[in-house]
């Protein structure tokens, strides 16, 4: 008797791990998609984009990427919230996602309870220009001016709660300016308007203000980063003057929670083979990105730090999206 029970019990866990195992040996069987709450063109859906290619490759079937553009990315991450938990439909998202969880009164999505964190791609950092109109040449001596001219300069950002709306505020917050903000639809209109100098300052992904620096239709004071761009080396870091200040966008490849943790691994794997691809981190870089690496724990961890951060500045700027 006892035999027998032995082998039901064998038998049993057997029929248990039987799915997993399949999953595992069959997953992909279909394409994959990445769903990307942004129009092309956009930071993400770049990112995304460049990545798709090598990550089908490795999985052996293809990725396919999903505009789903609205709310700030949110509609594209309520959809793959509610989404089979069977790996194959991913969200490209990152620093929106983050700054939505304590931006918007109302989400019916947590990026970190409906969402496993698959991998980290690339971080991008920003750069604050001046109008060439404007007499400063760093970040000190706008502090500065921005004192003497309390609540006169204004900024340009691509929409209230956007990481450069933001990344002003932590500015402002850190020094103590008062300075006037100023929402666009995109950058495309926030840019056209600093370089006619309708707006004084704005802080802007670094790829997209670059060709009005060089032109000298922009003047670059500081870069958001922790460090110095390789692309733009003799542009000083914020923090080399006002410590701790760090800000940027970020990229990261997410998943519904509950998928099978062997779906995860083969879509991390796939992820990080397509970053460790020189035609693919040399792309990044050229265009102003830091290409990340890391596992999923790695990625999870990130994500909730950006979270609580961006969190504190919402709540300290009075932020808010109904």
Avoid: C
């Avoid at 761009?229 to 870091?237: F, G, L, M, Y």
């Amino acid at each position: 008797m006892a035999a027998r029970f032995r082998v039901l019990a064998v038998t049993w866990l057997a029929a248990a791990t039987m799915p997993a195992v399949l999953h595992a040996q069959t997953f992909p069987t279909k394409s994959v998609r990445i769903l990307v709450g942004f129009t092309a063109g956009a930071g993400v859906d770049i990112a995304m984009r460049l990545i798709a290619p090598k990550m089908g490759e490795a999985l052996g079937q293809s990725v396919v990427i999903d505009n789903r553009a609205g709310a700030g990315g949110n509609i594209a991450a309520e959809l793959v919230a509610r989404a089979p938990t069977d790996g194959y439909t991913l969200l490209g998202n990152g620093a929106p996602a983050a700054i939505s969880q304590t931006l918007y009164a109302k989400l019916s999505y947590d990026l970190l309870k409906d969402f496993e964190a698959v991998a980290l791609v690339a971080s991008v950092s920003q750069l604050m220009v001046v109008h060439p109109s404007l007499p400063v040449k760093s970040v000190k001596d706008f502090v500065a001016m921005a004192k003497i001219r309390q609540g006169e300069l204004a900024y340009a950002t691509t929409g209230s709660g956007s990481t450069p709306h933001l990344t002003a505020e932590m500015l402002r917050l850190q020094t103590g300016i008062q300075i006037l903000h100023v929402p666009y639809r995109g950058s495309p209109q926030a840019l056209t308007d600093l370089v006619a100098g309708n707006v004084s300052f704005m802080f802007a992904n670094i790829l997209s203000v670059l060709p009005h620096i060089q032109s000298g239709r922009l003047r670059a004071l500081a870069i958001t980063s922790t460090k110095r761009s390789t692309i733009a080396p003799n542009v000083p870091t914020v923090a080399e003057t006002y410590p701790g200040f760090e800000s940027g966008s970020w990229y990261a490849v997410f998943t519904p929670s509950g998928t099978p943790k062997e779906a995860v691994t083969r879509l991390h794997d796939a992820v990080t083979r397509a970053m460790q691809s020189p035609e693919v981190r040399e792309k990044f870089i050229a265009q102003g990105a830091e290409p990340l690496s890391g596992t999923p724990q790695d990625a999870a961890n990130y994500t909730r730090a950006e979270v609580a951060k961006w969190g504190k500045v919402v709540k300290a700027s009075g932020a808010r999206v109904n």
